[in-house]
């Protein structure tokens, strides 16, 4: 009696276990296609959620979309390449275990530091299996010659040494796992038998070593152990199973697990679920990876669940399962799975992604097994808490007919008519043969089945419809004069005829008459080209019909067209297969998901694979309810759901958390730099450097959901969305400087949009050129230079205006007198002085000589054609020659220095020529000299001008403190004349005679 109960109670347990079934779903983690054929050896997952893996090639991260690859060419360069473990800590940091030490890669500035050795270290020392950090922060690493790290200002601290616990005992005692438990619990697995705790101390000291486990084990190697909160473990040792140790008392106990002893035959893989259950995984031979056991402390019991792998995944094996972050993942071979807990109201059965299996038929009967139709298998009984598949009969069964308690009706397409007994699991064919026909052979490919009444039903071909008595065998065509041809692919009762879903539309049978008439078919709508109408359900007073091109169309009881709902009112689909209606909803099967419609206010809410469906393209006629539990099939299985779940889960359940996880800055030169830490900084958003090109952002997301959708960005709110594309990068080419506020959103697969995944400032930083400030200094230069123009031409017009009145001046002092002197003469000649004419037109013809050489020199002084020295010096010798020639007086002239044409401004020019015929002057008035000599030298940029004569000099009285004494306006002019060249002017001593000396510095 014992043993009955037992065994009630472990039925019981597995039943219970079997019903939680769904609880968790496999994800397939698309990485990109290189890595098709490489094994992941080694995974873990930073705070932000992006995968860090370890295959043959070295270090990747994968943000969901592409990757990035560190390695020893690298920057920043990983100097460990052989890895064996990762590991990320509070603070973002991964740190990276290899055969030959460790590297801390910082990600918030991407850089790397080895971490140092101790001295002397031994190659197995520095060979890091794993790694572990406590609650203070303190990183552990455990090598494979059994020593314990702690990592200390970047230097391995070996704080336990297995060699040294049992000296001589083992030959390789290697750490195989480290894991803090609890306040701080410090526990070490070992390949010697033996798990060793170390207590932590608040001030960072350590307590007593501590050593468990039993004789048995020695030289096994605990290979993994999960931990509770209090220090309690299961651990796995091979080839002897799983063991429960109290981590208090050290007590190790067998544990007894469902299928036998599990672990005992073939590897087992475990990993933390929470912090009080572990989930068992194992490739054993009779259990096999299909099974997900998780084991619970708080009950210390199993409950069992059944994972489905797609079929091209059935020959791989379990390579390793990691909770690592908030993921939990598991390697087969080399594919990456995630096992993720399911939040979706949706359960996929019978579903086989690599050959397809389409359901055609499905019935459920109360507390029995679901009865299915499949192109794969052909007539199906399937266990929903087992999973048990068991094929009945390999036709291809097309409608399914509850026909009393315990028997239903089957349709098959190319096999007639069967009973099946399901209590009995039995067949029976109801054979109809031509004779028992009244009309045309109905043949074997039958279609849709429906209740006639209590001794017949009618049951579509591909060309008619037939009412039978299954009891007689026999059969009546109905109306094959107007049903010829004609498919039927629905049929739906009403209390006065029944409606027929064709090739062509719907046909209205009117049982009693015997009449058919066509059913929807407006003015309107007949001009329109006829689709196949898959299924029909009646929703009040309404007929809502599934149509293969207009989505559904809505007819009130006359059959007259009230609405439709199609792909631009957001169905998901415009052909829709199977229609079904519970309390709320109205539910389309469509070609391209599920389309969930309220029955009130027609809102659509359409679902995918996204959210857990088999497929997206569903089956006609292929469903059964019970209340608002729904059946449906697809082209691969049969979804599940509760309509009522609905309402919990919207949307929403698409979006996650969006990284800008790349940018790519290309400078003028074509100079790039790739930066990877946006995502790990504080700060939101970017400033790109003046002088950029070009630059691209890449986004990224670890949630599956968000693998498949469109995005859409925009920068700024009066902006167009902008499509993305399939590659999730975006490009921006010769951004004007500004500030941007870059938006992210996605289009859900129901046409709605997201909310806004991704909201980032983004600074294009301008040139110099482009700032304000110099656009305010180049205003105030472009002032500045207008302004300078202005007085540029206000001072050239002063200088012309000064010229002119220079000239008028010069002509009216040297001209003008003499012009008035010789009109004087001419006046006095014609009153009548003849006495004077000789002397008056000697005066006048001597005044108009002097006028000209007057006129002269102030068209030479203006000239700008004269401004050089050979000019000046050419005018000095003319008139030197002229004036002194005349006096008698010898001029010797000399010119030294000057290149052929030296400058000299207009104005040195004339004052010097006027000093020039001053001095001449004074010397033929004053000096009684008979020699002149006249010197003309270049002197640094300017010049000398020398006058020397042998003239009597001047007298003592007329000195003062050797300097003469301007008496007249002569030396008073020449002065003048020099200060306003700014030159100077000395008389020096000689011994006899006057010198004059000029001096022009440039």
């Known amino acids: 009696m014992k043993r009955l109960f037992a065994l009630i109670g472990l039925l019981f347990c597995y039943v219970f276990s079997w019903a939680q079934q769904g609880e968790f779903v496999l994800h397939s983690i698309n990485l990109p296609a290189k890595f098709g054929q490489q094994i992941i050896t080694c995974l873990e997952q930073d705070k932000q959620g992006m995968l860090w893996f370890v295959t043959n090639d070295g270090l990747f991260r994968f943000d969901g979309n592409d990757v990035v690859h560190l390695g020893a060419d690298t920057d920043p360069k990983i100097a460990h390449l052989n890895i064996k473990s990762l590991f990320n800590d509070r603070k973002n940091n991964m740190w990276i275990g290899a055969q030959d030490g460790i590297t801390k890669l910082n990600l918030h500035n991407w850089t790397t530091s080895e971490i140092k050795a101790p001295k002397h270290s031994s190659p197995l020392s520095l060979y890091i299996r794993t790694m572990t950090e406590d609650k203070n922060g303190m990183v552990y690493a455990g090598s494979q010659d059994g020593r314990v790290y702690k990592i200390v200002r970047d230097s391995m601290v070996c704080i336990f040494d297995m060699n040294l616990a049992f000296k001589d005992l083992y030959d390789l005692p290697n750490i195989t796992f480290l894991q803090v438990v609890g306040n701080g619990q410090l526990w070490i697995g070992s390949s010697v038998g033996k798990l060793v705790r ?51 008392t050290g007590d190790i106990r067998k544990i007894k697990a469902p299928y036998g002893n599990l672990g005992t035959h073939g590897q087992v893989y475990m990993t933390p679920l929470d912090a009080n259950r572990t989930i068992i995984m194992t490739n054993t031979p009779g259990i096999s990876k299909e099974k997900l056991f998780i084991y619970d402390f708080r009950s210390d019991s199993f409950s069992v669940q059944q994972l489905h792998y797609p079929g091209y995944l059935d020959e791989n094996h379990i390579v390793w399962l990691s909770h690592t972050g908030s993921k939990i993942l598991l390697s087969l071979n080399d594919h990456l799975l995630e096992l993720a807990p399911s939040h979706s ?97 109905m043949g074997n490919f039958l279609t849709f089945l429906s209740r006639y009444d209590k001794k017949h039903f009618l049951v579509g071909t591909y060309e008619r419809l037939y009412k039978v008595n299954p009891y007689e065998h026999r059969a009546r065509s109905v109306r094959e004069d107007q049903l010829l041809k004609t498919r039927v692919l629905g049929i739906l009762k009403r209390p006065n005829d029944y409606l027929i879903a064709t090739e062509n539309g719907i046909l209205s049978w009117q049982s009693k008459t015997d009449t058919i008439v066509p059913f929807g078919l407006t003015t309107a709508e007949a001009e329109l080209p006829a689709v196949p109408v898959y299924g029909m359900v009646a929703v009040g007073q309404e007929i809502w019909a599934a149509t293969g091109g207009y989505g559904i169309v809505i007819y009130n009881e006359q059959g007259q067209s009230v609405d439709t709902i199609g792909k631009k009112e957001g169905l998901a689909a415009g052909i829709v297969f199977t229609l079904a209606a519970t309390d709320k909803y109205i539910l389309a099967g469509t070609k391209n998901g599920l389309s969930a419609i309220n029955k009130q206010t027609h809102h659509i809410t359409n679902y995918s694979t996204l959210d857990q469906l088999p497929a997206n393209e ?58 990877y830490t946006l995502p790990y900084q504080s700060t939101k958003g970017f400033r790109i450097a ?18 498949h959708l469109d995005y859409y960005y925009r920068l700024g709110a009066d902006q167009q969305w902008i499509s993305v594309g399939a590659n999730r990068k975006v490009t921006f080419i010769g951004m004007p400087p500004g500030h941007y506020q870059l938006e992210l959103v996605a289009r859900l697969p129901d046409g709605n949009w997201s909310k806004t995944l991704l909201n980032m400032p983004i600074e294009v930083a301008p040139a110099f050129y482009q700032t304000i400030w110099f656009k305010l200094l180049l205003a105030l230069l472009l002032i500045g230079l207008v302004w300078s123009v202005i007085k540029y031409r206000e001072k050239q017009a002063e200088k012309e205006r000064g010229l002119r009145l220079k000239i008028a001046g010069d002509l009216h002092d040297e001209i003008g007198s003499t012009l008035a002197g010789m009109s004087m003469q001419a006046e006095m000649l014609l009153s009548g ?8 037109l000697r005066s006048i013809a001597d005044n108009g000589r002097a006028a000209v050489q007057t006129m002269g020199d102030i068209v030479w002084s203006i000239d700008p054609r004269n401004d050089d020295s050979l000019s000046l010096y050419q005018r000095m010798e003319r008139y030197g020659n002229k004036v002194l020639g005349d006096s008698d007086i010898a001029i010797g002239l000399q010119s030294q220095g000057f290149s052929e044409k030296q400058y000299i401004p207009q104005k040195i020019r004339q004052n010097v020529m006027l000093i020039y015929k001053e001095a001449l002057t004074n010397i033929i008035k004053h000096s009684d000299a008979t020699r002149v000599d006249v010197r003309f030298m270049a002197y640094n940029k300017g010049f000398k001008l020398q006058i020397i004569d042998n003239g009597k000099g001047l007298q003592p009285e007329q000195l003062i403190n050797g300097k003469p004494i301007a008496t007249g306006h002569g030396l008073k002019n020449m002065e003048m004349r020099a200060q306003l060249m700014e030159a100077e002017l000395s008389f020096p001593l000689v011994d006899k005679g006057f010198e004059v000396l000029l001096t022009f510095r440039g």
């Open 198 to 248: 170390l207590d932590i101390h608040p001030d960072g000291t350590y307590g007593k070593t501590k050593f468990f486990g039993l004789d048995i084990f020695k030289r096994e190697q605990v290979v993994m152990a999960s931990f509770n909160p209090q220090g309690n473990c299961i651990m796995e040792v091979p080839n002897f199973g799983l063991y429960f140790m109290n981590g208090t």
């Open 345 to 441: 109201p949706f359960s996929a059965i019978m579903a086989a992604p690599k050959s397809l299996n389409s359901i055609r038929a499905i019935y459920k009967q109360p507390g029995g097994p679901l009865l299915a139709g499949s192109y794969k298998d052909g007539f199906v009984r399937f266990d929903e808490h087992t999973g048990e598949k068991q094929i009945v009969i390999r036709r291809y069964v097309y409608s399914i007919l509850p026909w009393n308690k315990d028997t239903v009706l089957l349709s098959t397409e190319g096999n007639g008519l069967y009973w099946y007994e399901i209590g009995l699991n039995k067949l029976t064919q109801i054979p109809i043969t031509d004779d028992n026909i009244n009309g045309k052979p």
């Open 618 to 675: 569903f089956n006609s006629a292929a469903k059964f309810q019970a209340g608002n539990t729904v059946y449906l099939g697809t082209i691969d299985g049969v979804v599940r759901f509760n309509t009522d779940k609905l309402d919990a889960y919207g949307s929403e359940a698409l979006e996650g958390n969006l990284y800008i996880t790349e940018l790519t800055v290309t400078d003028k030169k074509g100079n790039t730099v790739n930066d």
């Open 690 to 707: 003046a002088g950029t090109a070009y630059f691209s952002i890449g986004f990224g997301s670890m949630k599956q959901s968000m693998e």
């Open 833 to 840: 002085h003849q006495q004077l004419q000789s002397k008056y």
